[in-house]
Structures are given as structure tokens and as C-alpha cells.
């Protein structure tokens, strides 16, 4: 679906979807390439569609894994629109276990950590990508939290999707869509068409549109593991508000 010619993306800045990994990158994706069509670049392996040329005007850069600092350094107009959106870390490392262990498909690093998922157990598995692949995402979470970044929440689109697409093109990009034009996109976005008829809450842990839910981690964290997330990213949820204290 394009917008109609009365909504349309400025031909005098450029657009960037700030995320981290496992925070509906690709679901978000999608939902640009419907909305905007040619205008979104094509995402590159180690962020070459942000790195190897300068932003192109009128361009939308989606899963731009970037920090604060990294986006500062990019050759940006002062009037450069961005959304930074966000997962629940504790959400994202448990999408990113059974993604690593099951689904992904293979690369260097799959090919490193896979191995050791299924051969350890859960619980130890979820320890070991605290520390070797969930900092990259915290790290960037911290950056834009710690300097007041506003920023759109995953869990936001599950609990009310078209309000918070409405609210990115329309607040955070400045565009001027209409609400039936955001419900439009969700609707030919749904989990339910990209999980293959599933319903959100329906488990398939060889999909990637595995479950569509949020709190899953409330099932699969043990004590040992909270208190093991707690001592390297608690101060991560209490930045971007996920908790309130260390009562969880």
C-alpha cells in the first residue's frame, strides 16, 4: 500500500529506523517497504546500506543497529527524522535463544553459538548470550535511553498497533498520515499473516515469527538466571522504564 500523493516522505531529509536485534526489525520492515515502497534502502549484512555512502534524501534506512554515537557521526541534514524502538531485553534474549538454537540460518557467529544451545541447558544457555551476543543490544538501548531519547516500545505495537504506527510517521517522522492509513498497514502486517495463520501466543519455535507475545520470559528465566540478568543489564531496564526496582 503507497500513501496517497498527499502523504508522502520530505525530499528534504532522510529517515532512519533506529532498533536493536530481535526488536521486530523485520516485521517493521515490512511495514515500511508497504508504506513507502522504493523509498526504503534495501538492509545490508554488517549495516553497509548505513555505512558505505552518504544517507540519500528522501530515503527511509530501516534496522539501523546503531548506537547514539554511531548515529552522530553520520553525514545527517539537520532536519534528518528518526524513531529508535525498543524491546523488553529480557523478551529479546529469549527470542534470540530459540532463533540461534532452531531457526536462524547459519553464519559465523550461528555457527559458533548454535553448538553450545543445544548441548547445555536452557537455563545455561540463556546465561551464556547474556554475555557473549545481548550486550550489543543493551549497549545501544543505553545510549539513547541515558540521553532521553524518546523512544517507541515493541509492546506498544502489540497493545495497540495502528496507534503506534500513527504515532511514528506522524509524530516521530512528521508525515501526515491518517489513522485509517496506519490500520491499513497493521492489518496487511499482522502477525497472523506473516506467522502463516497463527494466532499471537501460538508457539513455533522453528518460525521466526515464533510467538508474537510479550512477558515470555516470565516462563523460561530460572532464579539463577534472573539474578544473572539483573547483575549485568538491570540498570538497562530501569533506563528504559521495563522495571521499577529490583523487586522482579
Not at 167 to 184: D, T
Request: proline share 4%; charged share 25%.
Amino acid at each position: 500500500m503507497m500513501f496517497s500523493d498527499s502523504v508522502k516522505l520530505s525530499r528534504g531529509t532522510v529517515y532512519h529506523h533506529v532498533t536493536h536485534w530481535k526488536a521486530g526489525s523485520q516485521w517493521f520492515l515490512a511495514v515500511l517497504k508497504d508504506a513507502f515502497d522504493s523509498a526504503v534502502v534495501e538492509p545490508e549484512p554488517s549495516l553497509k546500506h548505513v555505512y558505505s555512502h552518504p544517507p540519500e534524501i528522501g530515503k527511509v534506512y530501516a534496522c539501523c543497529y546503531i548506537t547514539r554515537q554511531e548515529y552522530r557521526l553520520l553525514q545527517l541534514p539537520s532536519n534528518a527524522r528518526r524513531v529508535v524502538l525498543i524491546r523488553d531485553l529480557r523478551d529479546t534474549l529469549i527470542s534470540a535463544y530459540f532463533s540461534i538454537r532452531d531457526s536462524h540460518g547459519t553464519n559465523v557467529f550461528i555457527d559458533k553459538w548454535r553448538p553450545v544451545l543445544t548441548r547445555v541447558s536452557m537455563e545455561e544457555g540463556l546465561m551464556y548470550l547474556m554475555e557473549v551476543w545481548l550486550f550489543h543490544s543493551a549497549m545501544i538501548q543505553r545510549t539513547w535511553l541515558s540521553e532521553g531519547e524518546p523512544v517507541v516500545r515493541l509492546e506498544d505495537f502489540m497493545s495497540k498497533p495502528a496507534e503506534t504506527l500513527h504515532h511514528v510517521l506522524s509524530g516521530a517522522w512528521g508525515l501526515k498520515a491518517s489513522m485509517a492509513q496506519a490500520e491499513k498497514l497493521i492489518r496487511d502486517n499482522s502477525f497472523v499473516r506473516y506467522s502463516g495463520g497463527r494466532q499471537p501466543g501460538e508457539e513455533d519455535v522453528s518460525a521466526h515469527y515464533r510467538k508474537g507475545v510479550q512477558g515470555d520470559w516470565k516462563k523460561h528465566f530460572t532464579p539463577r538466571a534472573v539474578e544473572h540478568f539483573k547483575a549485568l543489564y538491570h540498570d538497562v531496564l530501569l533506563l528504559s522504564g521495563y522495571e521499577k526496582s529490583r523487586d522482579w
